[in-house]
Nanobody
Framework: QVQVVESGGGLVQPGGSLRLSCAAS????????MGWYRQAPGKQRELVAR???????NYSDSVAGRFTISRDNAKNTANLQMNSLQPEDSAVYYC?????????????????WGQGTQVTVSS
C-alpha cells in the first residue's frame, strides 16, 4: 500500500557532501514522522535524523551540525543534506516513514522502510 524509495547515495571523498532523497507513495493519508537511519557493516542500525510534523528535527550526536533533514509534507518527501562527510559516515542509509494510510476502507498506521542507499566516504 505504501512504498518508500531512497536515492542519492554514492562515493564521496572525506570532507565532501551528498544529498539523499526519500519519497513515499501509495494510499497515504498523512505522514507523522520521516527519518533517516544508517547501518554500517557489523553494526546495528542507528538513527541519523528524523523530522516529525509540528516538531523540531532531531539528530544523532555524531551528525549534529553536519547533516540537515528537510521535509516537503505536500510531496511526502524527506531529504538529508550531508556535509563534511567522514569515513565513519559510510553505511547503508535507510529512510523510514511513519504513515497513516488507507486500506480496505480503513485508516491504519505503520512504519515503512526503503530499500537503502549506499554511502561510501573514502579517498
Amino acid at each position: 500500500q505504501v512504498q518508500v524509495v531512497e536515492s542519492g547515495g554514492g562515493l564521496v571523498q572525506p570532507g565532501g557532501s551528498l544529498r539523499l532523497s526519500c519519497a513515499a507513495s501509495g494510499s497515504i493519508r498523512d505522514i507523522h514522522t520521516m527519518g533517516w537511519y544508517r547501518q554500517a557493516p557489523g553494526k546495528q542500525r542507528e538513527l541519523v535524523a528524523r523530522s516529525s510534523t509540528g516538531g523540531t528535527p532531531n539528530y544523532s550526536d555524531s551528525v549534529a551540525g553536519r547533516f540537515t533533514i528537510s521535509r516537503d509534507n505536500a510531496k511526502n518527501t524527506a531529504n538529508l543534506q550531508m556535509n563534511s562527510l567522514q569515513p565513519e559516515d559510510s553505511a547503508v542509509y535507510y529512510c523510514k516513514a511513519d504513515v497513516f494510510y488507507y486500506t480496505n476502507g480503513k485508516i491504519r498506521n505503520s512504519a515503512f522502510w526503503g530499500q537503502g542507499t549506499q554511502v561510501t566516504v573514502s579517498s
